[in-house]
């Protein structure tokens, strides 16, 4: 099963339930077969909790055109084909922009002088490696570079059926990196906090996931009792279930802030973790 | 005209609660704009009770589409896709067809498809808005659920907000961010005059505030600081003093957590219009501060 975690609001526990859930599948053999993939590129954080051993390391690059000056004839095919503006034929000089390329490879196709070729442009790394037997992989987006979804899919390819669970922690939002984080799972457990924000954000999380994407959906209502009742008649008028209601502790606020587990600071959250996935695999199969 | 942006790295640290606080202080002292440039999760003008005077259409992306009819069926175009958003037919001869949602707009296939039987329509992507609320214009908008270029439509709500403040004579621009490091993050931050990055003393917290400074670095933006929740965790809060210190960022407020925050969310009020308590007197030094800083750039 491929299960993503994500949220629409930022700030509401993905990570927080992602890494707990994980931690909680019983038995060595199990979390051998687990695979965790933090998928939140641009502020990648469950390696804070699940501390993992890194492996190995490598490079995520977009394949951005190199042009070949001697064989430019300023024709500026590339610059029209180009639907990013990230070559620009100038009379004298082809320039290419790197941080605006989508690495389609559209340019060097269209040039009729073949003077197009591609080099790797490096945007981010993939680090991976063990945590606590669970097999763990993150994406980290390099500095200043814009594009997240690239390192979302090549962290992705990690995917295959050697596992039985796949555990991915999207990214907060509801553009086209939380999309890829979602797309082709089996289950969307959204996290919300039941506030007006939380609330706002976890329709727009179920327009993308249930709506566009197809995805059956539950809900974690996380910091229960603060704010109001928005989020319960929103979960009931929509049939959406909710799986699991954590209250507000200022315990488990203290114990995320030095980095330490939900289960490793009051370990009888292990049972409830567990039942949240028994819960996750029985609505996944309905 | 300065232009402020709250920032955060990390999501749900509080970046709308001092936005909206400080557009509320700012506007008792000047004539202000509001912008929330988290475009694919606005919450801003939930705390505003803003009256909506227009609404635009936003257009940017561009998506693939196979005329089934013209299509020859030979895969050219699903061995030229990078973005894995072409998918075969079920039987040979049957036409290809395109996932709209993961296709990237390139428009490779349309290019080069031998049968010319790919089209790239444009879909709409999103609104944006310009309204009014009691401290000030309003400008906010509304990505579509799974939609693209979140960065396009942060650039188009940053023109509009600061062609408003030119034209009527404001004299801050207050701007609500996104969360990450991303395109929204960055069309949200390049130009502006200061960026205050809103962080939680959390191991998270300071691992994302290193980005985010990153990214004020790296497109030249002054950067300050504010600690939200301040006394979840003290160490914490010191060690981003000293890494602040080190850096010679400095640190705008200590923020103390209280559920008044929440609760002035639900009454949908920004919480220096809520209540007068510790943490309004504390987003007030921050607002001055930031007026200061931003008074030297």
Same mark, same amino acid.
């Given at each position: ?65 190199? +042009?070949?000056?001697?064989? *430019?004839?300023?024709? @500026?095919? !590339?610059?029209?084909? %180009?639907?990013?503006? $990230? /070559? ?7 320039? +290419?922009?790197?941080?605006? *390329?989508?690495?389609? @490879?559209? !340019?060097?196709?269209? %040039?009729?002088?073949? $003077? /197009? ?170 | ?297």
């Amino acid at each position: 099963m491929i299960l993503t975690i994500a949220s629409g609001k930022g700030g509401t526990g993905k990570t927080t339930i992602a890494v707990n859930l994980a931690l909680s599948v019983a038995s060595a053999e199990q979390k051998s077969r687990l695979l965790f993939l933090d998928c939140d590129v641009e502020e990648p954080n469950a390696h804070l909790f699940l501390k993992p051993s890194v492996a190995a390391r490598e490079d995520v690059a977009v394949r951005v055109p190199r +042009v070949d000056a001697s064989r *430019c004839t300023h024709h @500026g095919r !590339c610059t029209v084909v %180009c639907q990013f503006h $990230a /070559i620009a034929a100038l009379p004298n000089e082809t320039l +290419v922009f790197p941080e605006l *390329c989508h690495g389609c @490879g559209g !340019c060097a196709l269209a %040039c009729p002088e073949k $003077a /197009i070729s591609e080099e790797p442009h490096v945007i981010g790394i993939i680090e991976e490696g063990h945590a606590d037997g669970i097999n763990f992989a993150h994406g980290v987006l390099n500095v200043g570079e814009p594009m997240a979804t690239p390192v979302i899919r090549q962290l992705k390819r990690r995917l295959s059926n050697e596992y039985d669970l796949a555990i991915l922690d999207a990214p907060p939002g509801t553009a086209c990196p939380v999309v890829e984080s979602m797309r082709g799972a089996d289950f969307l457990l959204l996290v919300t906090e039941p506030t007006p924000f939380g609330l706002h954000d976890l329709r727009l999380a179920v327009q993308v996931g249930r709506d566009e994407l197809g995805l059956p959906v539950g809900v974690v209502a996380n910091q229960d009792g603060v704010g109001d009742a928005g989020v319960d008649e929103y979960c009931e008028s929509e049939g959406i279930p909710i799986l699991m209601r954590i209250p507000l502790d200022r315990r488990i606020a203290e114990a995320y802030s030095r980095g330490i587990t939900v289960v490793d600071a009051l370990p009888e959250y292990r049972d409830r973790f567990q039942q949240l996935m028994h819960s996750i695999l029985k609505e996944g199969q309905e | 005209m300065k232009q402020v942006v709250v920032l955060s790295g990390k999501g749900g640290t509080g970046k709308t609660t001092v936005a909206a606080a400080l557009g509320h202080l700012a506007s008792q002292e000047a004539p202000i704009v509001l912008l929330d440039a988290d475009v694919d999760a606005s919450n801003l003008d939930l705390v505003l009770s803003p009256q909506l005077r227009a609404k635009h259409d936003f257009f940017s992306s561009k998506v693939a589409v196979i005329d089934p009819a013209s299509c020859q069926s030979c895969g050219r175009c699903q061995e030229l896709c990078r973005f894995d958003a072409v998918l075969a037919p079920k039987e040979d001869g049957e036409p290809y067809a395109i996932d709209s949602v993961a296709c990237e707009g390139c428009a490779v296939c349309y290019y080069q498809c031998p049968a010319e039987a790919v089209r790239m329509d444009e879909p709409q992507d999103g609104l944006w808005f310009r309204s009014d609320t009691a401290f000030g214009p309003l400008v906010h908008a509304h990505l579509y659920a799974g939609h693209e270029n979140s960065g396009k439509l942060v650039a188009e709500v940053r023109q509009q907000a600061k062609a408003i403040a030119l034209e009527g004579g404001h004299e801050y621009v207050i701007i609500d961010g996104p969360p990450g490091i991303g395109c929204s993050v960055i069309a949200a931050t390049t130009g502006v005059d200061l960026a205050l990055m809103v962080i939680e003393p959390t191991v998270s917290g300071i691992h994302d505030l290193e980005r985010i400074l990153g990214v004020a670095r790296h497109f030249g933006v002054p950067a300050v600081v504010c600690v939200n929740k301040y006394d979840i965790n003290l160490e914490k809060t010191n060690e981003i003093a000293d890494y602040c210190a080190d850096l010679d960022i400095e640190v705008v407020g200590r923020v103390p957590f209280n559920t008044i925050a929440t609760e002035a969310m639900v009454a949908g009020k920004p919480v220096t219009v809520y209540g007068d308590g510790l943490i309004t007197e504390e987003l007030r030094n921050v607002w001055s501060r930031v007026r200061d800083k931003v008074a030297d750039t």
